[in-house]
Nanobody, 120 residues
Framework: QVQLVESGGGSVQAGGSLRLSCAAS????????MGWFRQAPGKEREEIAS???????SYTDSVKGRFTISQDNAKNTLYLQMNSLKPEDTAMYYC??????????????WGQGTQVTVSS
């Protein structure tokens, strides 16, 4: 059974930093995407960063240059280093795993989320 467990959220002031971790277990995919998503109150969930099994990375524009996604395959852990945090980064952050499927990759495994709150 695949499990994803996030940690590292918290409350910081604007300009501060946090590092989120996502510990993954129970999967043996060699081909996948892993991503970080966030959802703020009253807003839709958005994908903010992803990395695939080849190490190809992408970011949404709002976090480019401030957030860094990385993975430690030996530890089966996904990270999101968040610098220069802004109040608009306040949200619940989730990690997700997309194994290959018939019609491509779909995020089917999700963590429980970790809250990030940035005060001005």
């Amino acid at each position: 059974q695949v499990q994803l467990v996030e940690s590292g959220g918290g409350s910081v002031q604007a300009g501060g930093s946090l590092r989120l971790s996502c510990a993954a277990s129970g999967y043996t995919f060699n081909d996948y995407y892993m991503g970080w998503f966030r959802q703020a109150p009253g807003k839709e969930r958005e994908e903010i960063a992803s990395i695939d099994s080849d190490g190809v990375i992408s970011y949404t524009d709002s976090v480019k240059g401030r957030f860094t996604i990385s993975q430690d395959n030996a530890k089966n852990t996904l990270y999101l280093q968040m610098n220069s945090l802004k109040p608009e980064d306040t949200a619940m952050y989730y990690c997700a795993l997309a194994p290959p499927g018939y019609e491509g990759y779909e995020y089917v495994y999700w963590g429980q989320g970790t809250q990030v709150t940035v005060s001005s």
